[in-house]
């Protein structure tokens, strides 16, 4: 019984020093049956399934590009069984016989138990016990050396079995091989040539629906074509160049035709949106999509932000269009006010030269001065004449605070000059230059309010 311990533990430490290294490629199948290279694990978003795309023969410089095709292409299947595959290569590579040493010394230590038990029932826990430990090891570890797991099985059947009482052999060992049996690993496929990675990266180019990623990748496949030192064959790069350079040739005039269909449609929805033309833009968003139907509807982020850029100039003429409908209701009140009050601004203007020598402290002549009071007290009574409509109600206002301020910088002015006080002087410049600044932001908003709304 010792010697058959000393076989065991030496086949275990052989069968855990062989390693595989598997570079990380998964391999994406597609129902049409061609499959796509993955460097390293692919990811399903939505719809489309993301992924590097390995475009170089030596995949140990990893050069590759992010890219994505739609997801209902792929054969999910066969893809998921091959990922299985990949991920058990390289946890043998990694982890697999650090895992597979410690079970190793765990049932050694199990053998040497029931190598010194007497008591057969003991001995059969003791090996049901080490049995459930293989088979959970060998389901955690992705059927990781499934063959080494089932002679491991079968020598620990032997040594339990080799007791006295042949009553407790009766169906141990096949109940534990069956359990232990896992359906096998599709087989890993070779590494592929620049010849198949070329060929893979050009249907991507035509699965993938980012315009972008095609372009890139065409590119790139050009690039490998072209490499002096290319062993591939001559007949079939000329080929494959003259597809890859044809489809970006094709790429580059679609990507000019939409360039062209958005200058045009977006230079006509400016025009219509200025002219408040409903119609005018809501026909330019039809003659896009026409267009687009046209071309293949080959840039959908494309086209999707022009869409949204003449959402945008539709949201506009529409606004537009309502403070013009109101507008054109309003402006003749407007006009009509602004006639009645021609004879206060005209008034104020002709006083304003004397306002603005109170601001600059020039004056005015003493003699101006004291009747400059009365004059704006007419000017408030040719202004107090007119009641305005509610349309235009904040511009009286502004006229009123103008003309208020504009009394107070000549009694002030007139009260400076009485005492001599150069801070009340400086006091009724400031309401000098309140009051010509109002009048001014009045007269510009009656103007503004009489003309029609522009986009602003």
Known sequence: MKGFVYLMVVFLTVSANAETNQAPLYRIFLGQGDDLVSYGEYVRVDDRVVFSLPLTADLSKGSAQLVSVPADV????????????????????TLGNVDFTKINAEVALALNKIAFTEDVSKRVAL???????????????RGYRSDDILQIVALLDEATLSGPDPSARSGISVSLVATTERPGLVPLLPVPTLQEIIARALIVSRLTSV??????????????????????????????????????????????????????????????????????IRSVLDTVLVRDET??????????????????HLADARSLRLERDRWKLQVEVVRQYSDSVKDFRNRFIALSSQLEDIRLLAGPDVSDLLNLNLKFAKVAQSLDQNVPPVEIQPVHDLFQQSLTLAKRASRGRHEAVQV????????????????????ERATEELELAMQQPKLH
């Not at 990949?86 to 043998?92: E, I, L, P």
């Not at 959908?300 to 959402?311: C, E, I």
């Not at 006080?421 to 109002?438: K, R, T």
């Open 295 to 312: 071309l293949g509807r080959k840039r959908p982020n494309h086209l999707s932000a022009v869409l949204a850029t003449l959402d945008s």
């Open 211 to 280: 315009a972008a990623e095609r372009v890139s990748v065409l590119h790139s496949v050009i690039v490998l074509l072209d490499a002096p030192d290319s062993a591939l064959n001559a007949d079939w790069r000329k080929s494959a160049r003259a597809g890859a350079v044809r489809d970006l040739n094709l790429e580059y005039q679609i990507d000019a035709a939409y360039a062209e269909l958005r200058r045009e449609a977006l230079n006509r929805a400016v025009w219509y949106a200025d002219q408040a033309d409903v119609r005018g």
């Open 127 to 141: 090996a049901q016990k080490a049995r459930e430990r293989l088979i959970g090891w060998a389901e955690s570890n």
């Open 420 to 439: 001599g006080d150069l801070s009340a002087a400086w006091d009724s410049a400031a309401a000098a230059a309140g009051a010509l600044m109002l009048f």
């Open 74 to 93: 792929v054969d999910w299947i066969s893809t998921a069984r091959y990922a299985d595959a990949v991920r058990a290569s390289q946890h043998m590579a």
